[in-house]
């Protein structure tokens, strides 16, 4: 069954460094997302993709953040200088376009430590 | 607007009863839900979905939900609890937008 796959698994970086978490969605999808989870909490909603642009996007998702779909396959969420608090799991997503109905498929996530 | 409430937090049953799981959903049209699990330091998995063609919708490991829209519900259940069960579960919501909005998640703790 075709799969989302994140890489890195485990990214770890200094704080105000860039940071791009990449992710390479089923292929017949259309529709892109990025979660992100810190340690313990909720899932929470970034920013969802759709034609070669924004088509959503949270409060979390700020100046700091932005995605691209570069080459038709992968997806990558890049952050310009990161934080304490961006230590989370990121989660891609995708979703196809048949129905209503479709489900989001996740990726393993990658877990993004900032020290 | 759309938005997903799951009563509780925390749940906690012995191997080999039942569980359930509950959610609440707001929607002002038929919406389209799902439950998705996470295992401990695992990514998201989908467990079931529900499209309208049947309110009791089957999904993986025994796993069950009813849609019922006269209580905007769709608690998931399984008949017996497995130690492997245990992790977190997430009701969700997606929108004709294409947007999914989750629940803040039960965690589901199986006592042996």
């Known amino acids: 069954e075709p799969e989302v796959t994140q890489t890195p698994s485990h990214q770890v970086t200094q704080m105000g460094q860039e940071v791009i978490l990449r992710c390479v969605p089923i292929?017949?999808?259309?529709?892109f997302y990025w979660y992100r989870q810190i340690l313990g909490q909720k899932v929470e909603f970034l920013v969802s993709?759709?034609?070669?642009?924004?088509?959503?996007k949270s409060e979390i998702f700020d100046d700091q953040f932005s995605v691209e779909r570069p080459d038709g396959s992968n997806f990558t969420l890049k952050i310009r200088s990161t934080k304490l608090e961006d230590s989370a799991m990121y989660f891609c997503?995708?979703?196809?376009?048949?129905?209503?109905?479709?489900?989001?498929?996740f990726g393993n996530g990658t877990r993004l430590t900032v020290t | 607007a759309q938005s997903v409430t799951q009563l509780d937090s925390h749940v906690s049953v012995s191997e080999g009863t039942p569980v359930l799981l509950r959610c609440n959903y707001s929607s002002s049209y038929s919406p389209s839900l799902f439950w998705y699990v996470q295992h401990p330091n695992k990514g998201l998995q989908l467990l079931l979905k529900y499209t309208s063609a049947a309110t009791l919708v089957k999904g993986i490991n025994g796993f069950e939900a009813e849609f019922k829209k006269s209580e905007t519900s769709f608690h998931l259940t399984k008949p017996s609890a497995h130690m492997s069960d245990a992790a977190e579960y997430f009701c969700v919501v997606r929108n004709t937008g294409n947007q999914f909005y989750f629940g803040t998640g039960t965690s589901l703790t199986v006592i042996p």
């Open positions: 997503a995708s979703s196809g376009q048949s129905s209503y109905n479709s489900p989001l498929h």
């Open positions: 993709f759709y034609n070669n642009e924004i088509s959503e």
């Open positions: 292929s017949n999808h259309l529709y």
